[in-house]
């Protein structure tokens, strides 16, 4: 909208019945601002010295709104003056009720350089101050701290020294990775991807669904303990949630099965295969966000394997790197291109910045002579590029999926998403079409298909592990029924909502006698949940799912499996908030896989901003075997087009200047 256009809107709505308010106070009756928004604006900008106190306190509330949308700053050079706060046009054409006097609070001439200018001046922004200014960035002091934290102990554990036995390591990776063994197009990248990670003390492996990376993680492990066979390592594996170590456990120790004619007798069993959380490693001290293990009492550990490091925020990654000991290696998975943390940062993406499909990625001259030699005798498979990323040399990026090949529909879709390619989309609907891809199922009859039919689908899979309830089974088996098929949800709210959907399935599978659903009480035996807060007396983490069953002593509990596969059980009164999960958001879904994952995306009068293409590539890639779709295409191209990133420092701190 223009600011002619808002003009025209203001003078209409003030001859009706419409109130016209400060937009300060507009914002707070929306719920855009917070009441402790104003008055942290208000404290930083009370000092008599400030000399445009409105402007930077504007931009405080900039501020805090970007924080509210886990950017880790506010970059003022993508701020649009004219209407920061992201007004639209139905903010002044309403009928009734307030409208904002004004779309921004700045000049009309307001400018970035101005911007910097007045924060540079202001008593609150610079070192050791609340608020900190880095060339167009703003942060607050704490989050500028994790990022400046971050950037130093990487690029430092990136240059250590280490001491290596080139020749024993080059033949351990022809062993592991014969000639024979590499894909038909091209390089090798595991190959190049263990190399890289065996010779810096900092490095990421990231790579698409499938694409090898807890395999290829086995095998650097396996090289890494037969370079210091003498001496073997300490390495632990986490991950973020209970569910992705869980996951990672069994990944490794499938890889290892896998891989058992390779591996030695002897190095075998120093090969872990058992993760845990990040939250389990640092040791949460009770009551407080700080951990057990800190700068002052690091870890005892000399390699750190975190999968799933996409989840991980800001925060805490900074907390884990600073309770590192200092030799110690660290080595990042995961797929840069899912959803980022829920918490603030991106620290995923933001280092695997650059990075394209198809592309070699670029590294420094030396460093393409080390790996050549390390892995191809030294033809020059590897060729510099012109980076200024210090880190560029540690990220490995692997492109070739094992688990879907090319007639695999799950793996084609997920490329035409993830590279917002309508033509490959087309491809996938004539294939299936054709009857070629048996994994995928699209559905875009979402306006002409009563819910009903969603809904009733649902219900008939998870009749299963309702069954299996019945005729009391194991724990575990019933566990395992229930995580075979997921409906996802983009949305909570609405009819294709989470809520909605769990309600409807609820009431589906109470007609079908299935559940005995009680209006008197809340839980209910077959009941499945998901843990919606941390809680670390009982060690019940958000996203933990559980499900209620009869104890021996016929007493309804919810029965979780641990990271470690054992099983804890927890009467109703005890557990922390949670929710019905029948269906759960795509968010939720992250670091988890299921055998039939079903994604519902809502149509297009109530697709909201938050569908993109983060959000669908993340649902496709939870499917292991069998994916259904159920959107209106339109919302499908939308979000397909529609790329999300954060703001960040983190890139930018480690460019070369
Ligand atoms: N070099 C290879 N040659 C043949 N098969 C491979 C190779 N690397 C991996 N695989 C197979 O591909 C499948 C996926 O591998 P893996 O689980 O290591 O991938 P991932 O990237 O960790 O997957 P996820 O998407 O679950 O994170 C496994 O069945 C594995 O055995």
């Keep these: 909208m223009s600011v002619l256009d808002t003009n025209t809107a203001i003078a209409t709505a003030a001859t009706n019945d419409v109130q016209i308010v400060p937009l300060f106070d507009y914002l707070l009756s929306e719920n855009r601002l917070r009441m402790v928004d104003i008055k942290l604006a208000e404290l930083l900008c009370s000092s008599e010295q400030t000399q445009r106190p409105n402007d930077v306190y504007s931009l405080l509330l900039l501020l805090c709104l970007s924080q509210q949308s886990q950017h880790s700053c506010l970059d003022l050079a993508q701020v649009d003056w004219r209407n920061p706060f992201n007004l639209r046009q139905s903010d002044f054409t309403k009928l009734a009720g307030i409208i904002p006097d004004t779309l921004s609070p700045f000049s009309d001439t307001f400018t970035t350089a101005e911007a910097i200018n007045c924060l540079q001046n202001h008593p609150s922004v610079g070192e050791a101050k609340p608020l900190q200014l880095l060339e167009q960035?703003?942060?607050?002091?704490?989050?500028?701290?994790?990022?400046?934290t971050l950037a130093s102990r990487l690029l430092l554990m990136s240059e250590r020294k280490l001491d290596i036995d080139s020749d024993k390591l080059t033949q351990l990776l022809c062993d592991y990775f014969p000639e024979q063994d590499a894909p038909e197009q091209g390089l090798d990248w595991q190959k190049v991807a263990c190399a890289m990670a065996a010779t810096k003390g900092f490095s990421v492996i990231t790579g698409g669904p499938g694409t090898g990376k807890t395999t290829t993680v086995t095998k650097l492990l396996a090289i890494l303990q037969s370079l210091y066979q003498n001496a073997p390592l300490s390495i632990k594996l986490v991950a973020p949630t209970g569910k992705a170590a869980a996951r990672l456990s069994e990944s490794i120790l499938g890889a290892k099965q896998q891989l058992k004619d390779k591996i030695s007798a002897a190095i075998t069993p120093l090969i872990p295969e058992s993760a845990q959380t990040i939250h389990r490693l640092l040791g949460v001290k009770p009551f407080t966000n700080k951990f057990r293990h800190n700068r002052s009492n690091p870890l005892h550990l000399d390699v750190l394997i975190i999968d799933e490091a996409s989840m991980v925020d800001l925060s805490l990654m900074a907390k884990l790197i600073e309770a590192l000991p200092e030799h110690a290696r660290l080595i990042l998975l995961g797929d840069k291109d899912q959803l980022a943390s829920v918490d603030t940062g991106s620290v995923m993406s933001d280092l695997c910045q650059g990075l394209v499909l198809g592309q070699t990625p670029s590294y420094s001259e030396a460093r393409c002579a080390e790996l050549n030699s390390l892995c191809f005798n030294n033809q020059r498979k590897l060729v510099?590029?012109?980076?200024?990323f210090k880190l560029a040399d540690c990220i490995a990026f692997l492109q070739h999926s094992y688990r879907f090949t090319a007639d695999s529909g799950i793996g084609q879709l997920a490329l035409a998403v993830n590279t917002n390619n309508?033509?490959?989309?087309?491809?996938?609907?004539?294939?299936?079409?054709?009857?070629?891809?048996?994994?995928?199922?699209?559905?875009?009859?979402?306006?002409?298909?009563?819910?009903d039919k969603l809904v009733q689908s649902a219900a008939s899979k998870y009749a299963q592990y309702l069954n299996l309830i019945k005729q009391h089974a194991s724990v575990q088996d019933i566990h395992k029924a229930f995580a075979s098929y997921q409906l996802l949800a983009a949305v909570r709210e609405g009819d294709y909502g989470v809520h909605s959907l769990n309600k409807r399935i609820e009431t589906q599978l109470s007609q079908q006698g299935?559940?005995?659903?009680?209006?008197?009480?809340?839980?209910?035996?077959?009941?499945?949940?998901?843990?919606?807060?941390?809680?670390?007396?009982?060690?019940?983490?958000?996203?933990?799912?559980?499900?209620?069953?009869?104890?021996?002593?016929?007493?309804?509990?919810?029965?979780?499996i641990d990271e470690q596969g054992n099983q804890r059980a927890f009467s109703p009164a005890r557990l922390p908030a949670h929710d019905t999960v029948y269906v759960m958001t795509i968010h939720k879904s992250q670091g988890s896989e299921f055998a039939y994952t079903a994604m519902v995306l809502p149509p297009q009068n109530q697709a909201t901003a938050g569908i993109n293409r983060q959000l669908v590539y993340t649902g496709i890639t939870r499917a292991k075997n069998t994916f259904e779709l159920v959107a209106d295409k339109k919302v499908l191209l939308m979000a397909m087009n529609k790329s999300v990133s954060r703001a960040s420092g983190l890139y930018e701190r480690l460019v070369e200047l």
Aim: charged share 20%; hydrophobic share 40%; aromatic share 12%.
């Design 514 to 560: 299935l559940i005995n659903v009680n209006s008197n009480q809340r839980h209910y035996l077959g009941m499945p949940i998901m843990i919606a807060q941390n809680d670390y007396q009982l060690k019940l983490f958000n996203g933990d799912i559980g499900i209620f069953m009869h104890d021996d002593s016929a007493q309804l509990k919810a029965l979780f």
């Design 422 to 451: 309508s033509g490959k989309l087309n491809y996938v609907e004539q294939e299936l079409s054709s009857g070629q891809f048996k994994d995928v199922i699209l559905d875009y009859d979402i306006v002409n298909k009563p819910i």
């Design 384 to 388: 510099a590029g012109n980076s200024q």
């Design 137 to 148: 960035r703003f942060y607050f002091a704490r989050l500028s701290g994790y990022e400046q």
